[in-house]
């Protein structure tokens, strides 16, 4: 099956700084990549995302590279601000009937003012 | 539009005793997910349900853990008899199904169960 690995485990940076979080994914068939965001005693929600036809994405602030070849992905929050703090976590997706998320362990992001 | 209601939000319970979890998907959505999450950790799959048809339950251990979905809307999720060791936050997610909007999971808040 499929296997996220997410590092850092914890980042601080002062606010304004960037922030660079990264994954590597095993199963070269995964063609969908989110990232989430969790605050403190809420459930993780979708900040963005990227399928695989596509190298980078951008949102605002955020945005989201993809290395098909080399299977990895990275999350990049610019400016950022002390509501940015929580923990983000990436996954991968194989399309298809079985539409099971496998997550990378979380990065606990703490954004220093 | 409301999102994923889950309820109770907190369970404390001592061991060996039964507890159940409920959750309302957002309106429309075909499939619905239950998580695992412990401290520290990513969700895990426990079960996955495309209306009514749970087609992915591999990982849901099912000795003790039980889930329905009735008219393939509102599910539940029940341990019996619960563990010390399943301490953690259960999430429910769903989401549209289909080709289009088939992977983004839109989560509820999580129910914390807590085993004494």
């Known amino acids: 099956g499929e296997n996220v690995e997410q590092h850092p485990s914890t980042l601080s940076v002062q606010e304004g700084d960037s922030a660079v979080i990264k994954c590597t994914y095993s199963d070269s068939a995964s063609n969908y990549f989110p990232w989430y965001k969790q605050e403190l005693g809420k459930g993780p929600q979708l900040i963005i995302d990227?399928?695989?036809?596509?190298g980078e994405k951008k949102d605002q602030r955020i945005a989201v590279t993809l290395n098909k070849t080399a299977k990895h992905f990275s999350l990049h929050i610019t400016e950022t601000q002390p509501e940015d703090s929580a923990v983000y976590f990436c996954a991968a997706i194989r399309s298809g009937s079985a539409r099971q998320l496998t997550f990378g362990s979380g990065t606990q992001l703490t954004v220093l003012p | 539009e409301a999102g994923v209601v889950q309820s109770p939000r907190y369970k404390i319970i001592e061991k060996k005793q039964p507890v159940a979890f409920w959750c309302n998907p957002i309106s429309g959505h075909n499939t619905l997910y239950w998580y695992l999450q412990n401290l520290g950790q990513g969700p895990e799959l426990l079960i996955r349900?495309?209306?009514?048809?749970?087609?992915?339950d591999s990982q849901l251990p099912k000795d003790r853990f039980s889930a329905e979905r009735l008219k393939g809307v509102d599910s539940t999720l029940k341990i019996q008899p619960a563990e010390l060791g399943d301490s953690a936050v259960y999430l429910c997610?769903?989401?549209?199904?289909?080709?289009?909007?088939?992977?983004?999971?839109?989560f509820g808040p999580g129910t914390r169960l807590t085993v004494l």
């Open positions: 997610a769903s989401s549209l199904g289909g080709l289009q909007g088939a992977h983004e999971q839109f």
């Open positions: 990227i399928r695989s036809n596509v």
């Open positions: 349900y495309e209306n009514e048809e749970a087609v992915d």
